[in-house]
């Protein structure tokens, strides 16, 4: 499959999960049960692809666990150092620039800051370090992650930046140009 075909699979997904996410809390509501319906879903994938005139690839999965989502991360063809690391607003990675999805994706309104900060953006992962051969992977809990509700990072982007996120930077931690993009899709249950 090529990447307009792998695109468009992942939004089939999302449009069907946020359908029958929508159904079955109309039925909650219809039926004064409590409004947090668990959606199921327990495991995201993210397959990473080039902005233009970058080499950047890799997979990022995301999986319910005690205490979050858990965010592994595997990402080759990054220049050695500290690249910014987030989740963006938009699950659209058609331009070529990756600016099509849009700023970090914060429901909350809250100011940027560092993924271990109460205070921050949902999207804000921080930052993903990659050694001289351009390989990076990242292992992390994150615990105002959710694959429910208005705070769901379910058909959101990830996006990996050329440069680093100082984690201070209003509103985004200056992490320059957007080199690779992935959008999060429902992935099947291990």
Excluded at 28 to 54: F, M, W
Excluded at 174 to 182: L, M, N, P, T
């Amino acid at each position: 499959m090529n990447k307009l075909q792998n695109y468009l699979v992942i939004i089939v997904i999302v449009v069907i999960s946020v359908a029958t996410s929508n159904l079955f809390g109309q039925q909650a509501d219809e039926n004064h049960l409590d409004n947090n319906i668990s959606s199921g879903i327990t495991n995201a994938i993210a397959v990473l692809y080039a902005t233009k005139d970058n080499n950047v690839s890799g997979t990022i999965t995301f999986t319910k666990v005690k205490g979050g989502i858990k965010v592994v991360a595997t990402v080759t063809g990054l220049t050695e150092g500290k690249h910014g690391f987030h989740i963006h607003q938009f699950g659209d990675c058609s331009g070529a620039d990756g600016k099509t999805a849009g700023g970090h994706f914060n429901p909350g309104e809250m100011d940027h800051g560092a993924p271990t900060d109460s205070i921050r953006h949902i999207g804000d992962i921080g930052n993903i370090v990659a050694d001289a051969d351009g390989n990076a992977t990242l292992e992390w809990i994150d615990s105002h992650m959710t694959f429910e509700g208005a705070s769901s990072i379910i058909g959101r982007g990830v996006i990996i930046h050329a440069g680093e996120d100082d984690l201070t930077s209003q509103p985004t931690g200056a992490a320059g140009a957007r080199v690779a993009c992935g959008v999060i899709g429902i992935a099947k249950a291990e």
